[in-house]
Every structure is written in C-alpha cells, then in structure tokens.
C-alpha cells in the first residue's frame, strides 16, 4: 500500500515544476485533486509547494551586508484539524544593542477555496497582522488566514531583511507535515566563504550551482556570486515520538556557517576558528574564565564548610552541597555567568553560568582540579563538533577529577545527587575547558542506570481482598523523578495521599517514605495496602491480573519506520517481585506463560515468571533496557519487544473456589 501511494504522489507532481518560483494564487489542478490519503494516513495539512531565495546586498547607508530573503508557500488544509497551520508566526531578531534588526516587506497572504467548481480568493487584511514581543532578542510577526474550510488551500510569502550573516538562512527541507516540494536558492558573493551542511536522512532531489556574474556590489565593485539551489520532493512529515532529542537533529534541514571573508584589499578574516583561539577567548572572558579566577570569594567560608572531609571526595561533596544550598537557580539558562558568582553567591540567586561557575571556582579553592564543561541541552540541538561554534552551548556544568576517576555535577538543582548530571545535559558531547591546558570533548553520560523495584508480600483473604505489604525502591533518574513529585507537596502525608488517588484499584492504609534528603541513597516507599479483586463474597471464579505494578500498558513506539535514534539518556531496570499466600479452598486453573525475551546485541531483555507453591504465588518480572541510546536500526525490534510485553501483561491469573467435600 505504501509503495503505490508513493507512486500516485510522484506522478502528480512533474519535476520540471522545480526550477523556479511559483505564481502567487494560482492554482494547478494537482492543487486541487490532491487528497489526504494521497499522501499518508495521519497528516491533516501538507504544503504544496514551498520556494525560498537569500542573497546578501550591501547597505551603503548602513556600511554593512544583510542578506535579502523571499519566502513563498503553499498548503493545503485536509480538515478542521490542520487549520493550526494556517496560523502563521515569522520570527524576527535583533541583537543585544538593538542596532540590527530584521524587518519584514511585501507581505501578501490569501485563502484559496473551491465553492460550486470556481476558486474564491479571500486576502488577508493587513490590520490582522500582529506583532509579539517576546524576548529582548525576538519578536513574532503572527497572523491566521481568514475563511478556512475543509479543504481550503492557504499561500503566503514575504521578505525578510537580515543583517545576521553568520548563519546565511536555514532552511527547513522536513516539518511535521509532508511536502510535495521544497525549493531553496542561495546566493553567495565568492568574498563569503560557509560550510553548508545539509542535515537529515532524505537525499536531496536537486542539487545544482553555476555562477551568477557580478551578482554583488559593493564599494563601486562587482562581485561573482555562487547560486547554488537545491531541492527535495515527497518530504515525509516528521513525526515526533517519546526518547527523542531536539528535532533539529534529525529533520532534513540546510544550514550555513560563515568561515571566512575576503576583504577587497585582499586580507582574510577568518570568522571559524580554532580551538585554541576560542579557548583564549574563554579563559580570558570576564564572565567565564576570570569568574573561574575568583577563588578568594570562597576564602571565609571553605573552613566551615569543609569542616569533617577526610579526603577529596568528601571536599567535593561538601561543596557541590553548599552551592546547591546557596544559589537558587533563576530558572535562565547560559555558559555565562550573569551577575558575577560573588554577586550570585550574597543574592542566593543566578543563572546556570553563576551556579556551575561558582562550582568550579569553589572545587578548585578547594585543592581540588576542576574545569567547566559547556554542553548544549537536548532541546537545544547537538553542537558542531567539526568546528567550534560557541552559540551551539547553552550551558554550563563543573568536572571535578579525584584520583582515576572524574565526576560531571550540575548544582543547579538542590535535588541532584553529586555525579548525576540532569537528563536535559545527557547531549552528545560536551567540550571541558580548563584554565591551563587546552580544551577536549567529553562524552555526556549518565553516571548510572534508572532503576525502580517493587515488592509485594500480601495474602488473599476469603472475602477477595488483597492485604500485604508494598515496597517501591528508586534510583539514579527513577529517584530523581520521585523526589521532583514530593517536592510539589507540603508534607510526605499529602504526597500519599496522591498516590492512593492514583491507585484507584488499590487503597492505602499507612505509608511511610525514606531516604528523601539522602540524595546519594535509594528513595523507598514502604505502604500498607488493601486491594479488592472481586466484589461479590463467594464468587466461585477469581481474575486476577499479577501486572498492576509498574505496568508497561502502552507501547511508546508506534511509527511505522524512525530515522532517529531512540535516546533515552540513560540505561533502565525495572522489577517486580510478588509473593501472595492464597485462600486454603482455591486452586490455580491456569497462569500467564513464562515469558524470557531478549534484544539483539545485549541490548535489553524481558522476564516474566510465575509459580505456584502450594498456598503461594510468586511472581517476578524484570525489564531492562541496557543502553541509554537505540540506533534507527533498533527500532523494530524494539516495538516488537514492548508490543510482547504489553500482550503479556493482558494474560490474568484465573483462581477456581474448590467445594469442601
């Protein structure tokens, strides 16, 4: 089936249509006739067509280049469901002195409906453009289509003048919405040098250049320019699913880098730099390397808190432990410090540059080597490890090396144990700065498993209730998250309170929590429970499911084919152990078979077991997912794995009343 859709969507749309722009408002009749299923079965919106041009001018007046970029779409709305994308946002950016600024022209959009065999054309009233500050640095132009209809085809295009070169324009070739077509001309003078990279799993349809001849001018001059387009058809929409980094990483994509400019004069000016250039800049920052030099801010405190440490790594906790304490986190992020950590430090509050900053600078006043890491966050994207890029990173953590061994430790968060980095930095790499020697990559790695077990010893009453005693242990991310969840709640009594709401099948009767301050040690939820398994006294025939703790219940992964790794972040074991002494005058009539699964490469494995021994039933299930990481590959597998599993957990345990004789 999916092959002769894609064979009906390849014959609606010639390639000769892709050489250049499109007329405004015009229609084909593929336009038309094009229908949802046409395409895939899931999408409810699907751009037509899509053109983009950038090429740079030189401002005279401004004394500086700006690159003019023209965009044209088209889109066709399926249902009710795909008007959201006939709601329109264009951001637009300035920098920190608000000197350069995009703007935006010639902004033209309409409505497109067929009513009774003739299109009816309904522009946008330019009064329905907005304008959304919101941050400092960007501002979104918004507006919505007017007169939308199932089916109704929406266009709208625009130029946009930037005085950002450094990254040309990015352009989007994938979205979450298929594309027939997507067309992308660029325009460079031979004086600007980018690495262009193009990003994604789809090849590229069109890919041509030639050279446009004294295409740029400046200073009375006429530059050659390189006109480079390229092109791709049939884009699959990209569809986001659970265990996923940033989705920048994985949709097809063009970006840009500016490597360097040759001058009229015939100088260079290398823009893409070194290591060691960037390092130079780092260290001698004030805001990273000379808040790195502030090691006397520490000088009064380091004796008390310090205080009791018999060796390194004592020291180190003591003062990861006191900057958890004693900065807050301002919930901004950054590799930057903002305030200064000694302004950071006598406030109690500061960015993740002033906390992890801060770290460093008190580890090293401590006699202990340490070096900040910038990293970039998962929903940041991946940085460029072929060059450096420092606007890639957007933070910031600490490395502390004690002996052979070296921790990563993000104080941001008074909930972190020490050498637990946040899920959100588990990113790639990262690159370790130290103040001496050159920078290095580092692996960004969670510095153990997410592991969760759950005990159950109860006794099945002859009324049908269940009664017995539930223990919940959690570690590494697993604890993490627990302890994120009590932090919402006053007391421990109002968080058990919750989580007998969540039970609707199981009641609470005590409870107690352990081990929540104790950041480095399990967190153990021990609860007396009360559970109903069938209402009427004296039913003849007992079900019962053995799988209502930490039930899989539903597969995450549902696509029909990943072209990006199933990322996880971090290694996963999850446990279950059951011993329930049964009524004297019931017999077991049948179980769930034993199930022993496991994937390809030592990748993870799925137990389940259960036995019958005279009163007792035992139960034991174990789910391990061995790697923090799952290549596309993997992927079927996977799905086949958890979709076993969950028709596992459906089979019940069948208990039969046997009549005294």
């Known amino acids: 089936m999916k092959t002769c859709l894609t064979i009906a969507f390849w014959a609606l749309f010639p390639f000769s249509l892709l050489a250049q722009d499109f007329k405004f408002g015009s229609l084909m009749p593929e336009d038309i006739k094009l229908a949802k299923y046409d395409l895939d079965s899931f999408s409810n919106a699907a751009v037509l067509n899509e053109y983009g041009r950038a090429f740079m001018v030189y401002n005279d007046t401004k004394g500086m280049t700006e690159i003019m970029f023209e965009h044209h779409v088209r889109i066709k709305l399926f249902n009710r469901d795909g008007y959201k994308h006939a709601e329109v946002v264009i951001p637009i950016y300035k920098n920190e002195t608000g000197e350069h600024v995009e703007t935006i022209s010639d902004l033209q959009a309409v409505t497109l409906n067929v009513v009774d065999g003739r299109i009816v054309s309904v522009p946008l009233d330019k009064n329905q453009v907005f304008k959304e500050n919101v941050s400092k640095y960007r501002t979104d132009v918004k507006f919505t289509f007017p007169d939308l209809q199932e089916g109704s085809i929406v266009e709208y295009s625009y130029r946009l003048l930037s005085p950002h070169i450094f990254n040309f324009r990015t352009w989007q070739l994938q979205e979450d919405i298929p594309k027939v077509n997507s067309t992308y001309v660029a325009v460079i003078p031979s004086m600007y040098n980018y690495n262009v990279i193009l990003r994604g799993p789809y090849p590229l349809t069109t890919n041509n250049a030639k050279v446009n001849r004294g295409g740029f001018r400046i200073a009375g001059k006429d530059i050659d320019c390189s006109q480079m387009t390229w092109g791709m058809q049939h884009i699959p929409a990209f569809v986001a699913e659970d265990y996923m980094t940033a989705a920048s990483n994985f949709k097809s994509a063009i970006y840009f880098e500016l490597s360097d400019i040759y001058r009229l004069n015939g100088s260079n000016i290398k823009i893409t730099k070194d290591w060691k250039d960037v390092d130079r800049e780092l260290t001698t920052n004030t805001d990273f390397g000379g808040q790195l030099k502030r090691e006397q801010v520490f000088k009064d405190v380091l004796p008390a808190v310090l205080a009791g440490t018999a060796n390194e790594l004592d020291r180190a906790k003591a003062v990861y432990r006191y900057i958890q304490q004693h900065i807050r986190w301002n919930r901004y992020l950054g590799k930057y410090s903002e305030n200064g950590i000694k302004n950071a430090l006598e406030r109690r509050s500061g960015n993740i540059g002033d906390i992890n900053l801060a770290l460093v600078t008190g580890l090293t006043a401590a006699g202990l080597e340490a070096e900040a890491v910038m990293l970039s966050t998962r929903d940041n994207g991946l940085v460029n490890s072929l060059h450096p890029v420092l606007s890639d990173f957007n933070y910031v953590v600490a490395k502390v090396n004690i002996g052979n061994a070296y921790y990563l430790l993000d104080a941001s968060d008074p909930l972190l144990p020490f050498g637990l980095l946040p899920l959100h930095c588990i990113n790639g790499q990262g690159r370790a700065v130290p103040l ?106 007992l079900f019962f499911n ?75 299930q174990l789910l391990s997912l061995n790697r923090p990481m799952y290549t596309p590959e993997h992927y079927f597998s996977l799905k086949e794995f958890f979709g076993r599993i969950i028709q596992h957990e459906k089979v019940d345990v069948v208990l039969r009343k046997v009549e005294a004789r």
Do not use: C
């Open 546 to 620: 053995p799988f209502f703790l930490n039930r899989v219940g539903k597969n995450p992964f549902n696509l029909d084919e990943r072209t990006y790794p199933v990322d996880m972040g971090a290694a996963r074991e999850d446990r279950v152990v059951m011993n329930i002494r049964l009524p004297d005058n019931y017999e077991v009539v049948s179980m769930p078979d034993d199930r022993n699964m496991a994937l390809e490469d030592n990748g993870g494995r799925y137990i389940g077991q259960i036995r019958r021994d005279g009163n007792m039933l035992s139960f034991q």
């Open 436 to 541: 001496k020697r050159p920078s290095y990559w580092i692996d960004l790695v969670a510095a153990q498993p997410s592991r969760t077990q759950y005990t159950l010893s109860a006794e099945l009453q002859p009324d049908g209730v269940l009664k017995g005693n539930l223990t919940a242990s959690a570690s590494g991310y697993a604890a993490l998250h627990k302890r994120r969840e009590l932090a919402h709640y006053n007391t421990v009594d109002e968080y058990i309170e919750m989580v007998d709401e969540r039970w609707p099948n199981i009641s609470i009767t005590h409870g107690d929590i352990r081990g929540v301050d104790s950041l480095d040690q399990l967190l153990t939820e021990i609860y007396d429970i009360e559970m109903k398994l069938y209402d009427e006294t004296g039913q003849p025939t």
